[in-house]
């Protein structure tokens, strides 16, 4: 039998649009106010969203209960199985000293916090953003902050920062082909248009972040460093997004802009030498930053040896996320399991879609081309390089997933949370609620954006559930709608950092746990600022910049 989603059970979208909300709502109050452990919040927010779907929304129990399991399957797989594998490899390094060698290393490009701020948790993210996505550069970067001794919510709350402008284009575009393949864009037309949002906030992220971790004085000590950091990433993420297409935009910005900033460095160092490891202003985690050390100075041998681990990792994380080699390993092992009394009997229905459309629950075990197995591997080969014996290596995998256990129940949790506000209509709601805003839409339906990636924690599934709504809403208003396809990921992109998996990521990979709803408060008004920024700037391309909607051929 199949069951229809119903976008206004109670006759009043007031009503109906607060009750679609209230599971999100008690999970944020959960986490951010009443300071409740990450999956006990994570718990009640599913409880209340269960009550929602099935009471007010009428969705079947069975129905209901199958949505939040095919979701929690989604957070073992692929993102709980990165978050444990990249934390397996920082475990493995840190044991054998390897780690301390390469926090050397980086203390030795620059002493100065925030120039490795912009170094790590900008530049080697937007990397590892543009190679995996999926949690696994706030993973990196975070690990590595902690590591040199930044403070844990500095480490967690300005990697989440960091990660923001890349993401559109992250796990070698994945999210703009999703948003083109699904729902009918062009592909080239639409990331062109991404590619003319996102620069500019390319360049002003670097800035808001040393202003977030050092006040405006501080920012502007290094805003020459800063500038080349942040126009050396705009730039070629502009050329590559408009002239060649999206996979490979925030690799070739990153590499780019890491070697820009290395070579600036050569020639310009700031007047003074921010060693402070915490967050200016009030800082509750400030008690654990590490006091700087002075620099040691290590052999050619040794800094091949601790930096051979982090090599390896980025050449796997590249490979594995080549099209082509996912297509190969899923060829060898990729069982598909519909799932049984889920997969096509709920059905999405007019104005969400032009003709009622059937939603599919498949879930694909791609084991061998998750991402998180290329992590796995390169930490297992990273361990022989290190001659860590077979016994240590497996014992160090189970002693990190009993370290990380409590996160990976809040990953399947918060997954499970917003896959059943997907297929119970609950999220398209809130949506409507946003397209329901006339001449003001182009800011509202940014937002629409940047709410879908805090609900799901992904940019690629924002863009699956509102990219169909944005089209129409826009061809409704007669705006283009390629604009408002690519608003849709360039807002998503600020929801990347508060969204509660990516939040789970960052405590787990700073050790800080039992502190989301610290992070959380944190990054909140970083996220709503530049994400209404975004929706500003969308809404001049709409009604002042018009030339900027012409298509490049």
Same mark, same amino acid.
């Given at each position: 039998?199949?069951?229809?989603?119903?976008?206004?059970?109670?006759?009043?979208?007031?009503?109906?649009?607060? %009750?679609? !909300?209230?599971?999100?709502? &008690?999970?944020?109050? $959960? *986490? /951010?106010?009443?300071? +409740?452990?990450?999956?006990?919040?994570?718990?009640?927010?599913?409880?209340?969203?269960?009550?929602?779907?099935?009471?007010?929304?009428?969705?079947?129990?069975?129905?209901?209960?199958?949505?939040?399991?095919?979701?929690?399957?989604?957070?073992?797989?692929?993102?709980?199985?990165?978050?444990?594998?990249?934390?397996?490899?920082?475990?493995?390094?840190?044991?054998?000293?390897?780690?301390?060698?390469?926090?050397?290393?980086?203390?030795?490009?620059?002493?100065?916090?925030?120039?490795?701020?912009?170094?790590?948790?900008?530049?080697?993210?937007?990397?590892?953003?543009?190679?995996?996505?999926?949690?696994?550069?706030?993973?990196?970067?975070?690990?590595?902050?902690?590591?040199?001794?930044?403070?844990?919510?500095?480490?967690?709350?300005?990697? %989440?920062? !960091?990660?923001?402008?890349? &993401?559109?284009?992250? $796990? *070698? /575009?994945?999210?703009? +082909?999703?948003?083109?393949?699904?729902?009918?864009?062009?592909?080239?037309?639409?990331?062109?248009?991404?590619?003319?949002?996102?620069?500019?906030?390319?360049?002003?992220?670097?800035?808001?972040?040393?202003?977030?971790?050092?006040?405006?004085?501080?920012m502007m000590e290094i805003w020459p460093a800063i500038l080349v950091t942040?126009?050396?990433?705009?730039?070629?993420?502009?050329?590559?997004?408009?002239?060649?297409?999206?996979?490979?935009?925030?690799?070739?910005?990153?590499?780019?802009?890491?070697?820009?900033?290395?070579?600036?460095?050569?020639?310009?160092?700031?007047?003074?030498?921010?060693?402070?490891?915490?967050?200016?202003?009030?800082?509750?985690?400030?008690?654990?930053?590490?006091?700087?050390?002075?620099?040691?100075?290590?052999?050619?041998?040794?800094?091949?040896?601790?930096?051979?681990?982090?090599?390896? *990792?980025?050449?796997?994380?590249?490979?594995?996320?080549?099209?082509?080699?996912?297509?190969?390993?899923?060829?060898?092992?990729?069982?598909?399991?519909?799932?049984?009394?889920?997969?096509?009997?709920?059905?999405?229905?007019?104005?969400?879609?032009?003709?009622?459309?059937?939603?599919?629950?498949?879930?694909?075990?791609?084991?061998?081309?998750?991402?998180?197995?290329?992590?796995?591997?390169?930490?297992?080969?990273?361990?022989?390089?290190?001659?860590?014996?077979?016994?240590?290596?497996?014992?160090?995998?189970?002693?990190?997933?009993?370290?990380?256990?409590?996160?990976?129940?809040?990953?399947?949790?918060?997954?499970?949370?917003?896959?059943?506000?997907?297929?119970?209509?609950?999220?398209?709601?809130?949506?409507?609620?946003?397209?329901?805003?006339?001449?003001?839409?182009?800011?509202?339906?940014?937002?629409?954006?940047?709410?879908?990636?805090?609900?799901?924690?992904?940019?690629?599934?924002?863009?699956?559930?509102?990219?169909?709504?944005?089209?129409?809403?826009?061809?409704?208003?007669?705006?283009?709608?390629?604009?408002?396809?690519?608003?849709?990921?360039?807002?998503?992109?600020?929801?990347?950092?508060?969204?509660?998996?990516?939040?789970?990521?960052?405590?787990?990979?700073?050790?800080?746990?039992?502190?989301?709803?610290?992070?959380?408060?944190?990054?909140?008004?970083?996220?709503?600022?530049?994400?209404?920024?975004?929706?500003?700037?969308?809404?001049?391309?709409?009604?002042?910049?018009?030339?900027?909607?012409?298509?490049?051929?």
């Amino acid at each position: 039998m199949v069951w229809q989603q119903i976008y206004d059970p109670l006759g009043n979208m007031v009503i109906s649009t607060a %009750l679609a !909300a209230l599971p999100v709502v &008690v999970m944020l109050a $959960a *986490l /951010g106010f009443f300071h +409740i452990k990450a999956h006990i919040a994570a718990g009640m927010g599913l409880i209340t969203a269960l009550l929602v779907a099935v009471f007010v929304y009428g969705m079947p129990g069975d129905m209901a209960g199958r949505a939040a399991l095919f979701g929690g399957f989604t957070g073992l797989l692929p993102i709980g199985w990165i978050v444990l594998n990249i934390i397996f490899l920082h475990q493995l390094t840190e044991q054998n000293g390897s780690f301390a060698v390469l926090q050397d290393s980086l203390s030795g490009i620059t002493e100065d916090r925030r120039i490795q701020l912009l170094l790590i948790a900008f530049c080697f993210g937007a990397f590892f953003e543009g190679a995996a996505g999926f949690g696994t550069p706030v993973a990196v970067t975070a690990a590595i902050l902690i590591g040199l001794g930044f403070s844990p919510l500095a480490a967690s709350g300005l990697s %989440l920062i !960091a990660n923001t402008a890349p &993401v559109a284009f992250g $796990a *070698l /575009g994945t999210p703009v +082909i999703t948003l083109a393949k699904v729902h009918g864009y062009d592909l080239m037309e639409v990331t062109a248009m991404i590619g003319r949002q996102l620069p500019f906030f390319s360049l002003l992220v670097p800035f808001w972040l040393i202003w977030a971790f050092a006040g405006r004085k501080g920012m502007m000590e290094i805003w020459p460093a800063i500038l080349v950091t942040g126009v050396s990433f705009a730039i070629p993420q502009f050329l590559v997004s408009n002239f060649i297409g999206p996979e490979l935009v925030d690799i070739i910005a990153a590499i780019v802009s890491m070697v820009c900033l290395v070579a600036f460095l050569r020639v310009w160092k700031p007047k003074t030498v921010w060693t402070s490891p915490s967050l200016r202003g009030h800082d509750p985690s400030a008690a654990e930053a590490k006091p700087p050390q002075p620099v040691k100075r290590h052999s050619t041998q040794a800094l091949v040896a601790a930096w051979t681990p982090w090599v390896i *990792l980025s050449v796997f994380v590249f490979i594995w996320g080549l099209p082509s080699v996912k297509a190969w390993l899923n060829g060898i092992f990729a069982p598909a399991f519909p799932m049984a009394g889920l997969h096509n009997l709920i059905e999405k229905v007019p104005p969400v879609v032009p003709a009622p459309h059937k939603e599919a629950a498949v879930y694909t075990l791609n084991l061998l081309s998750a991402t998180g197995t290329g992590i796995l591997l390169s930490a297992v080969v990273s361990a022989l390089v290190m001659k860590y014996n077979p016994v240590a290596i497996v014992t160090t995998f189970f002693r990190t997933f009993w370290l990380v256990r409590y996160s990976l129940l809040t990953i399947v949790l918060m997954l499970a949370l917003g896959t059943l506000t997907r297929y119970s209509g609950t999220d398209t709601t809130l949506g409507l609620a946003f397209a329901n805003t006339g001449v003001l839409y182009p800011f509202f339906g940014t937002l629409m954006g940047w709410i879908g990636v805090a609900l799901t924690g992904s940019d690629t599934a924002s863009n699956v559930l509102f990219g169909g709504m944005q089209k129409v809403a826009a061809e409704q208003l007669g705006l283009s709608a390629n604009l408002m396809g690519a608003a849709n990921s360039s807002g998503g992109v600020m929801g990347k950092m508060i969204d509660a998996q990516s939040i789970v990521v960052a405590s787990t990979a700073t050790r800080w746990f039992d502190h989301e709803g610290d992070i959380l408060r944190y990054v909140f008004f970083h996220s709503i600022a530049l994400a209404c920024l975004v929706g500003l700037y969308v809404t001049m391309q709409a009604y002042v910049w018009p030339f900027s909607l012409m298509v490049v051929h």
